[in-house]
């Protein structure tokens, strides 16, 4: 994967809410939609893998034949700002990786195309490749509780679209997280400012709780943040 940070994934619907109060929220959105692109899925009697730590949480089922490694092991004690599940063909050294990103994925836009999906779980996923390559680069996971991206290192042909599969398979944050459509529907029903003119969601994976920020470029601080907590009746 490329590793130059030189243009960041713009979301969809962004925004910046600060400390707008709480109250009962409407329903959630209906993030059933139909998808761009069909994928197969893999067998239902797979390897179920559940790693989480805190309010980030992954998902997902491989196939017998595949291995899976939690990534880094000692998170902790490194200065990663990712950490999630690396898998690849049993036996081979090549494999992708899906990782719950704290702050957020960037990619250079140069030679970039993308195709869209909707996975099992109803996730909007970006699928990333660079210059007509055939293999994927990345798969960037919208309307999840967090930032989730999948990254592939080295995998081509049949063992890159198998990945694709079990990717599809992926259960993103834990039971009842909000997810990033609501958080920016949420901080917009309770944003009182005008006036801005981009808005963003972060998530906080300690806490569960989204920071949604409605702010002006020519501002070094937004106009108005959000704060949706992980308890909020949506």
Same mark, same amino acid.
């Given at each position: 994967m490329?590793?130059?940070?030189?243009?960041?994934?713009?979301?969809? %619907?962004c925004?910046?809410?600060?400390?707008?109060g709480?109250?009962?929220?409407p329903?959630?959105?209906? #993030?059933?939609?139909?998808?761009?692109t069909? %994928?197969?899925?893999?067998?239902?009697?797979?390897?179920? +893998? &559940?790693y989480?730590?805190?309010?980030?949480?992954?998902?997902?089922?491989?196939?017998e034949?595949?291995?899976?490694?939690?990534?880094p092991? &000692?998170?902790d004690?490194?200065d990663?700002d990712?950490f999630?599940?690396?898998f690849?063909?049993?036996?081979?050294?090549?494999?992708?990786?899906l990782d719950?990103? +704290?702050?957020?994925?960037?990619?250079?836009g140069?030679?970039?195309s993308q195709?869209?999906i909707?996975t099992?779980?109803?996730?909007?996923a970006?699928?990333?490749?660079?210059d007509?390559?055939s293999?994927?680069?990345?798969?960037?996971?919208? &309307?999840?509780? #967090?930032c989730?991206?999948? !990254?592939n290192n080295?995998?081509?042909g049949?063992?890159?679209?198998?990945?694709?599969?079990?990717?599809?398979?992926?259960?993103?944050?834990?039971?009842?997280s909000?997810?990033?459509?609501?958080?920016?529907?949420? #901080?917009?029903?309770?944003?009182?400012?005008?006036?801005?003119?981009?808005e963003?969601?972060?998530?906080?994976? !300690?806490?569960g709780?989204w920071?949604?920020r409605?702010?002006?470029p &020519?501002?070094d601080?937004?106009?108005?943040?959000?704060v949706?907590?992980?308890?909020?009746n949506?």
């Amino acid at each position: 994967m490329k590793k130059i940070i030189c243009l960041l994934l713009v979301f969809l %619907i962004c925004f910046v809410c600060a400390g707008c109060g709480a109250g009962k929220l409407p329903a959630p959105l209906d #993030g059933n939609t139909e998808p761009t692109t069909e %994928i197969a899925s893999p067998p239902a009697d797979g390897i179920s +893998v &559940d790693y989480a730590r805190k309010f980030a949480r992954i998902r997902m089922t491989l196939p017998e034949d595949w291995q899976y490694e939690i990534f880094p092991d &000692d998170w902790d004690k490194s200065d990663s700002d990712h950490f999630g599940i690396r898998f690849r063909p049993t036996g081979k050294s090549s494999y992708a990786a899906l990782d719950f990103y +704290v702050g957020s994925f960037g990619v250079c836009g140069t030679g970039l195309s993308q195709k869209i999906i909707t996975t099992d779980a109803g996730y909007t996923a970006y699928i990333g490749m660079y210059d007509g390559e055939s293999a994927w680069d990345f798969v960037w996971f919208r &309307d999840a509780p #967090g930032c989730y991206v999948a !990254t592939n290192n080295g995998l081509t042909g049949a063992d890159a679209d198998r990945a694709i599969e079990i990717l599809n398979t992926a259960v993103l944050g834990q039971e009842g997280s909000i997810s990033e459509a609501d958080a920016l529907r949420i #901080g917009l029903e309770n944003c009182t400012v005008t006036g801005y003119s981009y808005e963003t969601a972060d998530f906080n994976y !300690t806490d569960g709780s989204w920071e949604v920020r409605f702010g002006d470029p &020519d501002s070094d601080t937004p106009l108005q943040t959000v704060v949706i907590g992980a308890n909020y009746n949506h």
